[in-house]
């Protein structure tokens, strides 16, 4: 079982930053790949970026040279620096773990950017 929890949604300008956290209850290195996903009202869900257990990262174009995930094994931490930020951002921001054939979610944590 893996727990996740994130941390650092709020209200954010138009243009301006966050910093998403995804604390895992287990050594990162065991999940073989850990990923951002969003949920706007009325869309469905979106993959924003993937980071896999050798480092590798992918985003989609939409949010392609804004958005930069990371890790800190020490930690047991995924981040997601958000940069520029449109209104059209603005979603439920979601932390996902896949482990074998297994999928572990986080709770969520509300991103709101303001035009």
């Known amino acids: 079982q893996v727990q996740l929890v994130e941390s650092g949604g709020g209200l954010v300008q138009s243009g301006g930053s966050l910093r998403l956290s995804c604390a895992a209850s287990i050594n990162i290195f065991s999940i073989d790949a850990m990923a951002w996903y969003r949920r706007a009202p009325g869309k469905q869900r979106e993959l924003v970026a993937t980071?896999?257990?050798?480092?590798?990262?992918s985003y989609p174009d939409s949010v392609k040279g804004r958005f930069t995930i990371s890790r800190d094994n020490a930690k047991n931490t995924v981040y997601l620096q958000m940069n520029s930020l449109r209104p059209e951002d603005t979603a439920v921001y979601y932390c996902n773990a896949k482990r074998s054939w297994l999928n572990y979610w986080g709770q969520g944590t509300q991103v709101t950017v303001s035009s």
């Open positions: 980071i896999t257990n050798g480092g590798r990262t």
